[in-house]
């Protein structure tokens, strides 16, 4: 649990658009408390290595947080040694440092460069640090408004300085549409976690797949046996195969276990799908024959049949009645096998020959409503 797997983190930072350069490897996913943090920005600023853009990047930002520290503990002891590290560890800069920027340096474009990947590394820290503080609060017996208003306020200290209150903004909105900690029921269960999908907020979907715990399957798949019973409404089933979807996702992520993922998504896929019917060659040189048809009204962007059986060493060709090009293709982490077409004109085909079997999932890359599936037996 102490380490944030790499993809959550990555869309995490959308939250945060603060990668000037796409400079983030720098930052601990690890979670730490505030004095470690705080510490810890002082360590790295004492390195004799550390540049010197780097180091007044984090003396600043260590200097503000001891304050805020201070002021949300009362510790000012604390503050009192990280004030005492930063004047020993500003000694180390032998030169004359100057935050400001010399229009007239030749070197001038070098320098912001330097500046902005430093900054970004800066912040990616800050960012995993306060977003840490609100993982820690998601979880069973800990001070969860204690963790919250010190993630706040880090987060507006660090707008402060920055001079841009984004970030404080974002975190401000997170720790408002945080889920109870004592969800007790599947609904409520349920809700947050389509809140948490509509706010793309990763730090709730997470907590909640923790909450689930051995549970986390069972309630998927249970989600998606209501979505496929004939007597679910079309959105409810749109509805509950979306968000087992992104619950697997979020599952898979955070075990480092994609199988149960690529099994959920299997399911969703097909679920979206007519019935498999085992296809007779019919087209011209005997080949199995999908086609797309003209958009109407009702009828817009699909293949005709969608879910095809046939036997290995068969073609398929595609034919595009449409009045717009389609790009096929599978989606290849949930097939067995890969074809690909780049672009199928209207009134144009394309066809391919299936010499191994297996499940093909494909779409149209351009209209991502199009899918189909082939199953070659």
């Known amino acids: 649990m102490s380490n944030i797997p790499r993809l959550i983190i990555t869309l995490l930072l959308l939250l945060f658009p603060f990668v000037a350069s796409g400079v983030h490897a720098d930052a601990e996913t690890e979670r730490h408390s505030p004095e470690e943090f705080i510490s810890e920005l002082v360590d790295y600023a004492a390195l004799k290595d550390t540049s010197e853009h780097y180091r007044a990047e984090l003396l600043e930002v260590a200097r503000r947080f001891a304050r805020t520290h201070s002021e949300l503990t009362g510790d000012e002891a604390f503050q009192g040694k990280i004030d005492a590290r930063i004047v020993s560890a500003s000694a180390l800069t032998t030169t004359a440092f100057d935050k400001g920027l010399d229009p007239t340096d030749p070197k001038l474009y070098e320098k912001m460069l330097d500046l902005q990947r430093h900054a970004a590394k800066v912040r990616a820290r800050v960012f995993n640090f306060v977003t840490g503080l609100i993982e820690k609060a998601l979880e069973a017996d800990t001070d969860r408004a204690r963790l919250l208003t010190a993630a706040t306020a880090f987060a507006k200290s660090y707008g402060e300085m920055k001079n841009d209150d984004s970030f404080h903004q974002r975190i401000e909105h997170i720790v408002a549409t945080l889920p109870s900690s004592d969800l007790s029921s599947d609904d409520e269960i349920l809700q947050a976690f389509q809140e948490a999908m509509l706010e793309d907020n ?154 191994e079997a297996g499940d093909y999932y494909y779409i149209c890359y351009i209209h991502k409503s199009m899918i189909g599936k082939i199953q070659v037996e």
């Open 202 to 355: 990763s730090l709730v979907k997470k907590f909640i797949v923790t909450k689930l715990g051995a549970r986390a399957k069972p309630f998927i798949t249970k989600l998606i046996d209501e979505a496929v019973s004939p007597i679910t409404p079309a959105t409810r089933k749109n509805e509950l195969l979306a968000t087992a979807m992104n619950l697997a996702k979020s599952y898979g992520e955070m075990r480092g276990d994609q199988s149960f993922h690529k099994s959920i998504h299997r399911r969703t896929f097909t679920a979206r799908l007519s019935k498999p019917v085992a296809s007779e060659p019919t087209g011209a040189g005997g080949r199995h024959e999908v086609h797309t048809p003209e958009a109407t009204l009702t009828i817009i962007n699909i293949f005709t049949p969608d879910n095809i059986v046939i036997k290995r060493g068969e073609t398929v060709r595609w034919v595009n009645h449409d009045k717009v090009a389609h790009v096929i293709g599978t989606f290849d982490f949930l097939s067995d096998g890969h074809f690909f077409a780049p672009h199928i004109a209207p009134s144009r085909e394309f066809e391919f020959t299936f010499t």
